[in-house]
């Protein structure tokens, strides 16, 4: 090593969060009994009354006429528009799912397992606005993506890239993916998903794969996972079909998520709303499996109620969660991975209403071992806002439940028999050798949260939370630095990026491009 | 009926809460498999920990000769103020306790069954300060301890009326319990906490409830519950057993609690205070057991950790909720009911952070099954304050809570097949039969919580929870009506109370009352 090697690994060393990039950030790995909500014939009902619906009712498969094709091919019904599949040809593919899958990303200490006790979690994904103290709600832009990226790669609590992070809505929607896909690969090392707003855009998001991992890898081992949406009730379009077909037969995974506002996109009650649930995901996931058997796959949920009086979305019920808890079980129930959950709220700032309603989402959604949690930092008004200050408070919660899922230690050092020894019955432990040993790791060390006296807290200015996590988010950024990433592939993704860009701007159509 | 009883129903019938106080408030059924942290041989591991812990480091009883005694004419050993008592001893008595019991309250339709699957929310306890948006913190006084009974007393969700409100600074220390009962039954008729600041003043809570309900009633069915706390570690005092005495000859409930702040109070191991938490909690119910046998207890935790940094004591951190779970499992192994939990935060405001600590203790109160649920309302700055603006912000969740324990109805009609019959895939279910017939109790509908839009929101004034609930309190209040009392019975009480407020002026000994 030479003085100069020295110097800059000495700079590496200290610059913030080295240390985890260089360990990587692993999931958290559930450790406790899952809570259920379900008996087991429970569990078995809604199973049921999903098959029925499939057979009975169908799916709607609209403007995609090969995705009918390959269900007619497989052995299911097909009535126009309508597919109806019965159990038995619907299981036979489900069941080709791998139960659990790794996900690549370009730094291979963050690479990801989803499925079994993996719990990951990914930044809230779709907003068209950002929200901060600074100035309210605004419309997003690339600069804003690009900071939520720099946020999570930043994040210690957040293993994986998410998506969407916002719409960058000052760059044409036709060849936005390109630059969030971009900021993704250069800004982060963490796994990213991909685009589905095409299947061109999917396409894009395979080729930048293989520039980043090469073919072969990515053939082994998903570099991506894309969220494959039902417009519910019972219905698939051909924007979310044909991305999932290019993702399919690429062997990248997908997401596959009935997106259900109970009461408006499937009955009130929440039986009826898990079977349908379980209808839609069950059938995107046997048509990744028709395309191409053992694409790996995640059974998702993102469900929640609407305000019957008003029509608006409501986040953080107790209806929410006992469908929160029933989806991981039916999920389970079929040994596939499961989405679902993050801190959700229907408020517009990060005050009390969002604090209740985000841990009253990441609460069942830990203790029902979801497995890939979108949506687990800054979101706002029931997902149309990115935060700044809720995604740095989010993420307070996210390393809570990194600590919570470890459950309780039962060493002879944990019942602490030499503090009892050296502290008598009615004096303080705070001196005790034994709390001196465990004085680092004893308790969940708080970032953002304040646990300041009155006094304290007024002298300094009387800051909530909303307040506090403004400096916090700013001071991140400030100190983000960029991953290194190898110039040559850097240079070929910049390259890609520009031709497709031409391409998209002249009306041209895609040129396959390989390696 | 003549015209003047019917106008009087019906002004009755229309009287804010009117509903609620004729059918009284049920507590909550859990109908859900209940949440464990713990497997079966980590509950023995903690059990025998905690009886390591009272054989051979004992618990000190300060200052009271009689209970040494009465624990070494049971078979302990006593050295000084040193108790050291063994498992069979121990559990001898233990099992004597029921392992459910009812309270009685004054409207008959209030009576509480406390143990089993039931659930019971009750407010803060025992602020010296109460905190609003109009004035910040101040000391508390008999008229805010008069508010918040009066708005417990309208609180659908609460099932008790709590003991210590907030502590009434403006009446004298030695007879401000006198005003808080005095408060507690005239402005409620919800069941009520005695006074355990001193033995003569759960004498003059006995003696306010045998005139109220009458000596045999209380003898049959205790009118109180009293909180009974050990100065851990490891330690009691003649205040606190001085009163349990009292109530347990009087057949009146108690509530033994540790009161643990870990890394402090205990060693900053959960294993070491579950078990801990354990011995002192079992000791105080063997006392009550040994005094007199079959007396209505409640195994108590009060479990947060300290910030190791600062000292300063942390709620809703990943370890209490831990804790929380290993305490039910504890108190379930030896069949007694148990009290832990509510809606802690460390805040000073009802801020974000506030939302995300509260939401953070309720959630695994109510997923481990806690019987008696202290400080479900109200609760600031780690009990310091008894927050307005919190109390109606934390009712929103208990409401949340009375729906989740429910589950999830799995009938006929909650699978909705005419739903799905009369609404095809890809059409919404605003308009359905089966939306229409479930309109009124679908979902929860929320009371402080705003799912308004953005622009609907900041068009009323970009109000957050705070501030909303700032008006919801104050209408409260103006709302609020007492219920009638027998006026002899109110006669009799204001009598004694006037005789005890004479006594203690004049530092007279107590003059036994009997009916």
């Given at each position: 090593m030479t003085d100069q090697d020295r110097r800059a690994h000495r700079r590496e060393a200290r610059r913030p969060g080295a240390a985890t990039r260089a360990a990587g950030v692993r999931p958290l790995e559930m450790k406790l009994p899952l809570t259920e909500v379900l008996a087991p014939d429970g569990v078995e009902s809604i199973h049921r009354a999903s098959m029925r619906l499939l057979k009975e009712q169908g799916i709607l498969v609209?403007?995609?006429?090969?995705?009918?094709?390959?269900?007619?091919?497989?052995?299911a019904t097909v009535e126009g528009e309508l597919v109806k599949i019965d159990?038995?040809?619907l299981l036979h593919f489900v069941k080709q799912a791998p139960s659990t899958f790794t996900q690549l990303a370009r730094n291979p200490a963050n690479n990801l397992t989803l499925g079994g006790r993996s719990m990951v979690f990914a930044p809230v994904y779709g907003p068209p606005f950002v929200g901060s103290l600074d100035w309210g709600r605004r419309r997003a832009t690339i600069e804003d993506f690009r900071n939520f990226a720099k946020l999570t790669y930043m994040a210690e609590h957040l293993h994986h890239n998410g998506g969407t992070l916002c719409e960058p809505n000052d760059i044409d929607v036709k060849e936005r993916h390109?630059?969030?896909?971009?900021?993704?690969?250069?800004?982060?090392?963490?796994?990213?998903?991909?685009?589905?707003?095409?299947?061109?855009?999917?396409?894009?998001?395979?080729?930048?794969?293989?520039?980043?991992?090469?073919?072969?890898?990515?053939?082994?081992?998903?570099?991506?996972?894309?969220?494959?949406?039902?417009?519910?009730?019972?219905?698939?379009?051909?924007?979310?079909?044909?991305?999932?077909?290019?993702?399919?037969?690429?062997?990248?995974?997908?997401?596959?998520?009935?997106?259900?506002?109970?009461g408006a996109m499937s009955p009130s009650t929440m039986a009826a709303t898990l079977a349908q649930q379980n209808a839609e995901a069950l059938f995107g996931i046997c048509y990744a499996q028709m395309l191409n058997s053992g694409?790996?796959?995640?059974?998702?949920?993102?469900?929640?109620?609407?305000?019957?009086?008003?029509?608006?979305?409501c986040f953080g019920?107790?209806?929410?969660?006992?469908?929160?808890?029933?989806?991981?079980q039916m999920a389970r129930h079929y040994n596939l991975p499961y989405r679902s959950g993050g801190n959700f709220t229907a408020s517009r700032t990060p005050d009390a209403q969002a604090g209740y309603e985000s841990a009253s989402t990441i609460w069942p959604t830990v203790q029902a071992g979801v497995n890939f949690v979108l949506h687990a930092a800054g979101w706002l008004e029931g997902g149309l806002i990115a935060g700044y200050e809720k995604f740095v408070i989010d993420l307070e919660m996210c390393g809570m439940m990194a600590r919570y899922v470890?459950?309780?230690?039962?060493?002879?050092?944990?019942?602490?028999?030499?503090?009892?020894?050296?502290?008598?019955?009615?004096?303080?432990?705070?001196?005790?050798?034994?709390t001196m040993r465990h004085y680092d790791t004893a308790f969940y060390q708080?970032?953002?949260?304040?646990?300041?006296?009155?006094?304290?807290?007024?002298?300094?200015?009387?800051?909530?939370?909303?307040?506090?996590?403004?400096?916090?988010?700013?001071?991140?950024?400030?100190?983000?630095?960029?991953?290194?990433?190898?110039?040559?592939?850097?240079?070929?993704?910049?390259?890609?990026?520009?031709?497709?860009?031409m391409e998209i701007r002249q009306g041209k159509p895609r040129t396959e491009w390989t390696r």
């Open positions: 609209l403007d995609y006429p090969p995705a009918r094709e390959t269900f007619k091919q497989n052995g159990e038995d040809t390109l630059d969030m896909l971009l900021a993704h690969i250069m800004l982060s090392d963490k796994a990213f998903m991909g685009s589905v707003t095409h299947a061109d855009n999917a396409r894009d998001t395979v080729t930048m794969s293989r520039i980043l991992f090469g073919e072969e890898a990515i053939q082994q081992t998903p570099a991506t996972l894309s969220l494959i949406n039902a417009s519910s009730p019972l219905r698939f379009d051909d924007r979310m079909f044909g991305a999932l077909e290019v993702y399919a037969r690429a062997r990248q995974a997908v997401l596959v998520t009935p997106f259900i506002i109970a694409t790996p796959v995640i059974y998702g949920s993102f469900l929640a109620n609407i305000d019957m009086k008003s029509g608006a979305p019920t107790p209806e929410d969660a006992l469908a929160l808890y029933g989806g991981a470890n459950g309780v230690g039962l060493s002879d050092e944990d019942f602490a028999w030499d503090a009892y020894q050296e502290i008598g019955p009615g004096q303080h432990f705070l001196g005790a050798q034994h708080h970032k953002v949260f304040s646990m300041d006296n009155y006094e304290k807290w007024e002298s300094e200015g009387s800051q909530d939370t909303y307040h506090k996590a403004n400096a916090v988010w700013k001071k991140t950024l400030k100190e983000y630095e960029q991953p290194p990433l190898d110039p040559a592939i850097a240079e070929e993704l910049n390259a890609f990026v520009e031709q497709r860009r």
